[in-house]
């Protein structure tokens, strides 16, 4: 650990030093010239002074603008080092919801479907770019606490008996568990711990109600439904997106939000809703 700090504070202070280094120099070499030219053009001693007062402003002039060039180059650094460090959580984000959903075989690429969906009614809805951004982490990760359910449970090809609907339905509490520990993903963990509530208050596992759930989670459960019933599985084959809208058209205002289901239909109108 003391060897991975102590290599970025060492380059750290090596381009501290640079910077430190120009500057005495820059000043050096100003006082020197500045000096010896205002000898050789002052005739009198108020010339002396007045080229000494324009001396002292053309240094601080030159001087900021140094620091400017300085300062500005640092800041890029600092942000470009910001947006890789970015792109690699979200790959590893990525990473990991392609594992979750390799682990069952019936939902292959299902997190990254309906990811975009969610993301397209989002923008529909008119939601903030930052939101989107975390509506999409949340979206990725969805199921992430279902790895702290056993393979016997999350992998049974029957139905799960009522103690073992128990154990399935803590599976957002985990979520919540292992998420709200690592700062970064805080902000998406609306999704991963709220996507089961209902808006009639009948969902797990705070059973919310309305516009107590959080809208992200108001909007993947739709985006999730939908995706599911569009999508092959065993024991039955792919709904037709006007079938899955039916469907979901349904129980708004009970299960979903109904400003959802409202943009959903529109898309639905507008053959939008394919990802």
């Known amino acids: 650990m003391e060897c991975i700090i102590e290599k970025p504070m060492k380059e750290h202070d090596k381009e501290a030093s640079k910077v430190a280094a120009l500057y ?36 601080v002039v030159v001087t900021s603008l140094l620091l400017f060039v300085l300062l500005r180059r640092r800041i890029l650094r600092i942000n ?7 792109r ?3 790959e590893t984000i990525e990473a990991l919801s392609f594992a ?21 009614i989002a923008k529909t809805m008119g939601l903030e770019e930052d939101q ?3 509506l999409r982490r949340g979206a990725m990760i969805h199921d992430v606490g279902k790895m702290g359910i056993p393979d016997s449970i999350l992998l049974k090809p029957g139905a799960l008996s009522e103690e073992e609907s128990a154990i399935m339905r803590r599976h957002p509490s985990y979520a919540h568990e292992m ?12 999704i991963p711990y709220c ?8 969902g797990y596992p705070r059973g919310l109600k309305g516009e107590l759930i959080p809208l992200s989670a108001r909007i993947f459960m739709v985006a999730d439904v939908l995706d599911s019933l569009t999508s092959d599985r065993p024991y039955r084959n792919a709904w037709t997106h006007d079938d899955a809208v039916a469907e979901i058209k349904k129980e708004r205002g009970r ?21």
Request: charged share 25%; glycine share 4%.
């Open 24 to 59: 005495a120099v820059l000043g050096a070499l100003w006082i020197y010239f500045s000096d010896s030219l205002a000898a050789i053009l002052a005739k009198t001693p108020e010339d002396f002074t007045t080229l000494a007062m324009y001396k002292g402003w053309g240094y």
């Open 80 to 86: 470009k080092s910001k947006i890789e460090v970015v």
């Open 88 to 90: 690699a959580y979200d």
């Open 100 to 120: 979750l959903d390799l682990k069952d075989k019936e939902t292959t690429w299902h997190s990254k479907r309906v990811t975009e969906l969610a993301v397209k």
């Open 132 to 134: 989107i951004v975390q």
């Open 179 to 190: 998420l709200s520990k690592i700062k970064y993903l805080e902000p998406a963990l609306e």
């Open 195 to 202: 996507h089961h509530e209902r808006w009639d208050g009948s």
């Open 255 to 275: 299960l979903y939000d109904p400003a959802v289901v409202d943009v959903v239909v529109e898309l639905a109108a507008r053959g939008q809703l394919s990802v």
